[in-house]
C-alpha cells in the first residue's frame, strides 16, 4: 500500500509540472452495495474532495487525480435466533486515485463560454483508514481496491460541476467475518474550481 501511494504521489507530482489546468473540488458520494449478503449491506451517504491535474488543450485529455474520500455503509447483523436484529455503521477512509482519459465536446480552441466533457478510465481506491461500530469483529479492509469507471461534467468559466461512477473490481474486505465480501461501487458528485495555466 506504501509503495502505490507513493507511486500515486509522484505520478500527481510529474503530470502536474505538464499540466495545462488544475481542478480543486469538493462533494458528495453514495454507495452501491452489489451482493449484499446474509447481512443486507446498504450504501449510505459520504463525501470526497481533492485535486485533478488536466493534460491536453486541445479536445482529448487525460486527467489524473488524488481524493480523499469518506464512504458509509450500515449492515444488519442477525444471529438466526428471535433476537432482534442489530444495525451497525461501516465507515472507510481512502484516497481515490483516478487516472481518466477525457474528450471534450467542443473545440476549446474556439473559446467557448460553456463546454462539455465526457470521460473514463481506471480509479485505485487507497486504504488510509476504517471504523465499525461492532466491537465482536476485528475485519480488515482490503489496501487497495480497484475501480473502472466513467463520468462527465459541464466547465462553465473558472466553475465546473462533475458526476461519475465507479464499478467495483475487487471486493472491500480481507478474510471471511462476514458471509459475504460485497464490492462496493459508488457514484459522486462535485462542484468546484479551475486553475488554468495554458490554453
Known amino acids: 500500500m ?16 505538464m499540466a495545462q489546468e488544475f481542478r480543486f473540488s469538493a462533494g458528495y458520494n453514495a454507495s452501491n452495495v452489489r451482493e449484499a449478503g446474509d447481512e443486507h449491506w446498504i450504501g449510505r451517504g459520504g463525501y470526497q474532495f481533492g485535486i485533478d491535474a488536466l493534460l491536453g488543450n486541445n479536445r482529448l485529455f487525460v486527467k489524473p487525480g488524488m481524493h480523499f474520500l469518506v464512504r458509509n455503509l450500515r449492515y444488519t447483523y442477525s444471529n438466526g435466533t428471535d433476537v432482534v436484529a442489530q444495525d451497525y455503521t461501516y465507515t472507510s477512509r481512502s484516497l481515490s486515485v483516478p487516472v481518466m482519459l477525457g474528450a ?37 479492509t482490503n489496501g487497495t481496491q480497484w475501480y473502472l469507471g466513467f463520468g462527465a461534467g459541464v466547465i462553465a468559466k473558472f466553475l465546473f460541476i462533475e458526476g461519475g461512477y465507479n464499478a467495483a473490481m475487487s471486493n472491500v474486505f480481507k478474510g471471511d467475518d462476514f458471509s459475504k465480501n460485497p464490492k462496493v461501487n459508488y457514484m459522486y458528485g462535485i462542484i468546484g474550481v479551475r486553475l488554468v495555466l495554458a490554453k
Open 2 to 17: 506504501r509503495k502505490l501511494l507513493l507511486c500515486s504521489l509522484l505520478l500527481l507530482g510529474a503530470t502536474g509540472a
Open 104 to 140: 471534450r465536446l467542443i473545440d476549446p480552441a474556439t473559446d467557448p463560454k460553456v463546454n462539455l466533457y465526457v470521460m473514463g478510465g481506471p480509479t485505485a481506491l487507497i486504504s488510509l483508514s476504517a471504523d465499525l461500530d461492532n466491537n465482536s469483529l476485528d475485519v480488515k
